[in-house]
Structures are given as C-alpha cells and as structure tokens.
C-alpha cells in the first residue's frame, strides 16, 4: 500500500529565510498534488506535478518532483507572514475511477517576523 | 468558476438525530469525493462517486450513507453518529482528462464543521 510522509512535520522559520519540505512515497505514481490549508479552513490546490523532474512555481513557493527517488520537494523563498498555514503533499495512488489520493500528515509551517 | 459548495457549515446534532451534509459544484466534474478530517490529521477519504456511480467506499461505517442524486449534487446522510465522529468534512470534485478515465485536480469545498453530541 501507498505511503507518504513528510517531513518536516512542524517548521518555525524566519521571515526572509528559505527552507524545503520533503514528501517521500513508497510506490510508483503518475502524479502528485500539494495543497495548502489554512486554520478551519478548507484545502487549496497549489501545484500538480505529472512527471519526472516537473517544476512549478508560484510566488515564493517553487515545487519539484523526482520519480526515481520518489521524492517532491516544496521550497519556500524569503518566507512571508502570509505563508503560515499546513502544507499537505498527496499522491495518487490505483488507477482510473478506483485511483484516490494519498495524503502525507501534513507540515505545519510557521512564519515569525 | 472553480467553487465547491458545501451546506451547512456547521453541525450539531446528537446522537440519535438524522441530518444531511450536501455538496454542489457546477464546473462539470465527474467525479466527486468526501473526506473526513480530524484535528492536525490529513484528510481521509471515505466515499467516491464516478459518473454518479459509487466507485469507492472506503469501509465507512454504515451510520454514514453518501448519495449522488445528479452529476452537480453529493449528499452525505449521518444517522446514529457518534462523539467520534466530530470533525470537519470535506466535499471535493474533479474532472476526467482527455487520457482514459484520469482524472485531474481535485477542488475541494469549505466543509461542515460536524460536533456530535
């Protein structure tokens, strides 16, 4: 069965600092999500990335996916207040409309002026 | 328009009410999904719904009863629930990609933050 684990599970940074969370899957996937979400609130898509080497960016956040080592990383730039929130990576896992998503626990990041 | 809509936003029901969660997108996804999320957990999946189809049922206890009335609708009907249910559920859709039955980003809804009581 399909796991994902992220980590770091919790990560307290400065602003203007730069950092990477990691998301490690044990099986072959064809894609995989990040979402964000902020306190009591629901999930945001982010990025989607299908294959390998794939690179997304947006803003301060700059996402990348290696199939071979089964590794995503999502790294922040010159971290912003307006980051703060828990960042989940997930991955598909099955095929067709018995496939579903596979999420890691989630980092919790949090930005101090 | 990329929005989930989700009715109620909050619950509160004790354990021997019947109520329903209802969910609603019109983007023309095909496939629509509930999760349940706990406190600081992940999302966990427990129903997807394929061309108004159940395709999968993540071996939810039967006091949880999902419905597909139309391609746009998902109804989640609680009956007999318990304390441990609580939590906030999750609505998302998605559509299918040109590729055989692939299906693309999933959109999720704001929730229904459930207490039971």
């Known amino acids: 069965e399909l796991k994902v684990e992220q980590n770091p599970l919790f990560l307290s940074m400065q602003e203007g600092k730069n950092y990477t969370i990691y998301c490690n899957y044990s099986?072959?996937?064809?894609?995989l999500y990040w979402y964000r979400q902020d306190p009591g609130k629901s999930l945001e898509s982010l990025f989607v990335?299908?294959?390998?080497?794939a690179v997304k960016q947006e803003g301060r956040l700059m996402a990348s996916l290696d199939t071979k080592a089964r590794l995503s990383t999502l790294h922040i730039t010159a971290a912003v207040h307006d980051l703060s929130a828990t960042y989940f990576c997930?991955?598909?896992?099955?095929?067709?409309?018995?496939?579903?998503?596979?999420f890691g626990q989630g980092t919790t990041l949090q930005v101090k002026p | 328009d990329t929005e989930v809509t989700q009715t109620p936003k909050h619950l509160v029901m004790g354990m021997t009410n019947k109520k329903s969660l209802k969910c609603e997108q019109h983007?023309?996804?095909?496939?629509m999904y509930w999760y349940k999320q706990k406190a600081k957990k992940p999302p966990e999946l427990m129903f997807v719904?394929?061309?108004?189809?159940?395709?999968i049922n993540e071996s939810v206890p039967s006091r949880f009863s999902p419905e597909c009335p139309n391609s746009s609708l998902l109804n989640l009907h609680l009956h007999a629930l318990q304390p441990e249910d609580s939590a906030l559920y999750l609505c998302?859709?998605?559509?299918?990609?040109?590729?055989?039955?692939?299906?693309?980003?999933?959109?999720f809804g704001p929730g229904t933050r459930l207490t039971v009581l």
């Open positions: 997930a991955v598909f896992s099955g095929s067709g409309n018995t496939g579903k998503l596979i």
């Open positions: 719904y394929s061309y108004e189809k159940l395709s």
């Open positions: 990335l299908l294959s390998n080497g």
């Open positions: 983007m023309g996804h095909r496939a």
């Open positions: 998302a859709s998605s559509r299918y990609t040109s590729e055989v039955k692939r299906t693309d980003t999933q959109y």
């Open positions: 099986t072959t996937s064809d894609r």
